[in-house]
């Protein structure tokens, strides 16, 4: 056998000709599955379409960057361009220097007599700024936004002489004592309780609101016998005069949106309720929280038709409870006034302060009120004759007060 000659490999063949794979598998490969081998998976990020319009959007946005500053106008197919400027300002010009540097204006107008005049800009028709106290930026941080101003206009004369009533005893009876801080935060709170939709939206609903009941009015004033107090007339004339500049549309904006307040000898349950605006004089003064102490929850309409000034519970009512004489504050509704709606009593309207003058008594004085009936006693002295009770119950059919 030659070293050199070509080596021939043996192939086994089967009798019917075919070769034997096990020998050489190579030559029987087929095509692959498709339901056995998965397709290869995409590379991941963007393809070549994606760079592609990439490509394409930075070219455009620069021949539109390029369009627009100009550049490319000074080529033949966008058409000519040119630009002149004059250039009159020197870098150093000695008479410019000398006039900014002149003592005073009669000085520069002998250097440039074409100067003009500084009286005809008319400067001295324009109003200062007023200076910004940091007390009244730190007060506004502190109460919170102001009221909006709001003008109150009855329908008749007689809508607005019982709304500046209501407002005129409201802020005697509540602040007599106080500064006009003090009077205008309580007709502040009275005015954006008419504007809120939570509450009545006449001036004397707000101020009597509740005082149809015992012991469960809004204002303290209009249910504890108070009003039967004459005011003294310099106090009455005060209140009077803040009452109209409120319901005039003025705006006290130390006491903000607030709805609520009270002395500071106290600190009800609802106080951690609500958000303090301020302190003045001696109440402190709350709005609500959230939404409902904003300035868009403060747009009510005015109905502008005044319901009777109250109190609806009757002054010698009132005075008889607080003796003892009469229904227990809280007790309920009186029986005059009871019923399923809430209408307001039929009684004689309130004198107003205009008409209280005509007939000579002194501004607030409150009319006279009914006699009250003495409370019924139920008591049976046959109960201690009966011999057959204890002595520790012997009186037990009698009204204890």
Known sequence: MQADAPRRESVARWPNGNFDTRMKPELHLTARSAWLDPPPPKRAGPDRSFWTALAAAVIVASLGLALASGRLRDYAPFGPYSVSVPLTFKPYDPARWAIMNAGDYEDALKIDPTLPDPNSVGYADATALPPVDPAALRDEAFVGPPAKSYVFRGVTPLDRERAHY???????????????????????????????????NTICGVVFQGSQRAGVCQFTFSCDGAMARAPSKPNWLRASRIASAALGGYVFPKVGLA?????????????????????????????????????????????????????????????AILKGQGIAPGAGPLPAVAGAAVPLPDVAPAPTPSAMAQQGRETGTPTAQAPVTPPVTYSDPRLNQSGQIKEEFSKSGEWIR
């Open 166 to 200: 209501c407002l005129t005893a409201a802020i005697y009876y509540e602040a007599a004592s106080e500064t006009d801080d003090g009077m205008r935060g309580v007709a502040q709170v009275i005015i954006n309780r008419a504007r809120h939709p939570s509450f009545p």
């Open 259 to 319: 709805t609520h307040y009270h002395t500071q000898a106290i600190w009800p349950r609802w106080g951690k309720s609500l958000v303090m605006t301020n302190i003045v004089g001696a109440h402190i003064f709350h709005r609500w929280r959230g939404r409902w102490g904003m300035p868009d929850a403060f747009r009510a309409p005015y109905l502008g038709r005044e319901p009777v000034p109250g109190p609806y519970l009757p002054v010698a009512q009132q005075l």
